[in-house]
């Protein structure tokens, strides 16, 4: 059985691990999740790519927005707003605060994440092993200029969903990174693959804040398997969301060729880039990472699916 490891963000990531799942349907898959989108809110933890995941592969993710649960209403939310409890920007719904109520009463109860997160699979049944990065505290900060000229650090969520990239991110800070563990696992599940993916997922707040945790990269680098991503950009722009305002707040161009060489050649063993992208196979390779142009969009979970065959194909040329 092929033994697959993914290192995920949310929809992104969980739209390819649908596509793998169909592509692969017997490989034994480990998703390593990004934690460092996660939020207090209300008194609650929630963990947005965590439950994106859960969701999408369980069957109960709102398919039009990709996030978030199927048939949710709203009644909790605009009952805290009636109160004047905030931040009223971030939309929890009924079905959603469930999820959170539980994984904040287990980690109140001194469970740590990695077993909450289990206990909350148990449920959805994703078909996948899913492990937070670290059991540990990591929140991403973005630098931001205020309308009155300072500058200042918000949450990543308050800069993605409140303010919707709309003013120039100056940093991106892994808060608690560099002082996190990986979760109990991780380092296990890497060590035991035969290939590592990095799905189309944010190069800097998702894939990058994992590879922040000390030891990740550390085990990929000494794993000596095949390590093959897929550009999260098409034609130098990404997908959906806003990940080349996060490039350009670390220096680096949004481009599928940039955004592989900032992964570099001791991380990445090959890279996929879409078909509109083939001018940038030539500056791939000349990089030491082996690259293929196929087509990248996610339309369907057959599309994806051949996205994920490509990805094993590049690898298992790469480990030959």
Same mark, same amino acid.
């Given at each position: 059985?092929?033994?697959?490891?993914?290192?995920?963000?949310?929809?992104?990531?969980?739209?390819?691990?649908?596509?793998? @799942?169909?592509?692969?349907?017997?490989?034994?898959?480990?998703?390593?999740?990004?934690?460092?989108?996660?939020?207090?809110?209300?008194?609650?933890?929630?963990?947005?790519?965590?439950?994106?995941?859960?969701?999408?592969?369980?069957?109960?993710?709102?398919?039009?927005?990709?996030?978030?649960?199927?048939?949710?209403?709203?009644?909790?939310?605009?009952?805290?707003?009636?109160?004047?409890?905030?931040?009223?920007?971030?939309?929890?719904?009924?079905?959603?605060?469930?999820?959170?109520?539980?994984?904040?009463?287990?980690?109140?109860?001194?469970?740590?994440?990695?077993?909450?997160?289990?206990?909350?699979?148990?449920?959805?049944?994703?078909?996948?092993?899913?492990?937070?990065?670290?059991?540990?505290?990591?929140?991403?900060?973005?630098?931001?200029?205020?309308?009155?000229?300072?500058?200042?650090?918000?949450?990543?969520?308050?800069?993605?969903?409140?303010?919707?990239?709309?003013?120039?991110?100056?940093?991106?800070?892994?808060?608690?990174?560099?002082?996190?563990?990986?979760?109990?696992?991780?380092?296990?599940?890497?060590?035991?693959?035969?290939?590592?993916?990095?799905?189309?997922?944010?190069?800097?707040?998702?894939?990058?804040?994992?590879?922040?945790?000390?030891?990740?990269?550390?085990?990929?680098?000494?794993?000596?398997?095949?390590?093959?991503?897929?550009?999260?950009?098409?034609?130098?722009?990404?997908?959906?969301?806003?990940?080349?305002?996060?490039?350009?707040?670390?220096?680096?161009?949004?481009?599928?060729?940039?955004?592989?060489?900032?992964?570099?050649?001791?991380?990445?063993?090959?890279?996929?880039?879409?078909?509109?992208?083939?001018?940038?196979?030539?500056?791939?390779?000349?990089?030491?990472?082996?690259?293929?142009?196929?087509?990248?969009?996610? @339309?369907?979970?057959?599309?994806?699916?051949?996205?994920?065959?490509?990805?094993?194909?590049?690898?298992?040329?790469?480990?030959?």
């Amino acid at each position: 059985m092929q033994r697959i490891v993914v290192l995920a963000g949310g929809i992104g990531g969980a739209r390819f691990l649908r596509g793998l @799942k169909s592509a692969a349907p017997d490989a034994d898959v480990t998703v390593i999740g990004n934690t460092g989108d996660d939020i207090h809110l209300f008194g609650l933890k929630v963990c947005p790519d965590l439950d994106t995941v859960m969701y999408t592969l369980g069957g109960g993710i709102h398919e039009g927005q990709g996030w978030g649960r199927s048939g949710e209403t709203f009644t909790v939310k605009e009952e805290l707003a009636a109160y004047g409890v905030g931040p009223e920007w971030f939309g929890l719904g009924d079905r959603d605060f469930a999820t959170h109520i539980v994984r904040t009463r287990m980690l109140g109860a001194g469970y740590p994440l990695s077993a909450v997160t289990e206990a909350l699979c148990d449920r959805w049944k994703p078909g996948v092993r899913l492990l937070p990065m670290t059991d540990d505290r990591v929140e991403t900060h973005v630098a931001v200029d205020t309308p009155e000229g300072e500058r200042r650090a918000v949450h990543f969520q308050e800069y993605w969903v409140r303010l919707r990239a709309s003013v120039d991110a100056h940093a991106i800070v892994p808060v608690g990174a560099d002082q996190a563990t990986p979760a109990p696992g991780v380092l296990e599940a890497i060590a035991e693959a035969d290939v590592v993916l990095f799905p189309p997922s944010n190069p800097v707040v998702s894939i990058g804040t994992i590879l922040a945790v000390p030891g990740i990269r550390e085990a990929l680098a000494e794993a000596g398997v095949p390590v093959v991503g897929l550009s999260p950009l098409v034609g130098g722009a990404p997908v959906r969301g806003m990940a080349d305002k996060v490039l350009a707040a670390i220096g680096v161009e949004a481009t599928a060729a940039a955004v592989a060489r900032h992964y570099g050649s001791g991380l990445l063993d090959g890279w996929l880039v879409d078909t509109v992208d083939e001018a940038a196979v030539a500056e791939v390779e000349a990089a030491g990472i082996r690259c293929r142009a196929v087509p990248l969009l996610m @339309k369907d979970t057959e599309a994806t699916a051949r996205m994920a065959a490509e990805a094993l194909t590049l690898a298992a040329e790469v480990a030959a």
